[in-house]
């Protein structure tokens, strides 16, 4: 069975740094690219980073560029989102997602930017 496992959500302050995990099995990890995505309240998904499989390159919405680093460590299936320069408008649920295949979505972690 496929499973994705969020955390490392929580609140943090403008300008500050959080790091998310997406903990993943029932699946080749390393075969697949990942995505994270995001949903803010009253809004609909948005991507924000594409990392490929293997040695990873990534991509990144533009809204999150140059503050998020998507990572990848294929030996412990485990996928990390940094983000850093934290905006009150980077409030939403991350989800990680499987890319191809079985489709596959986590369960998310809440993100709430705030002073």
């Known amino acids: 069975e496929v499973q994705l496992v969020e955390s490392g959500g929580g609140l943090a302050q403008p300008g500050g740094s959080l790091r998310l995990s997406c903990a993943a099995s029932g699946f080749i990890f390393s075969a697949y690219a990942m995505t994270w995505v995001r949903q803010a309240p009253g809004k609909g998904l948005e991507w924000v980073s594409l990392i490929q499989s293997g040695a990873g390159g990534t991509s990144y919405a533009d809204s999150v560029k140059g503050r998020f680093t998507a990572s990848r460590d294929n030996a412990k299936n485990t996928l990390y989102l940094q983000m850093n320069s934290l905006k009150p408008e980077d409030t939403a649920v991350y989800y990680c997602?499987?890319?191809?295949?079985?489709?596959?979505r986590g369960q998310g972690t809440q993100v709430t930017v705030s002073s």
């Open positions: 997602v499987k890319n191809g295949g079985t489709p596959a």
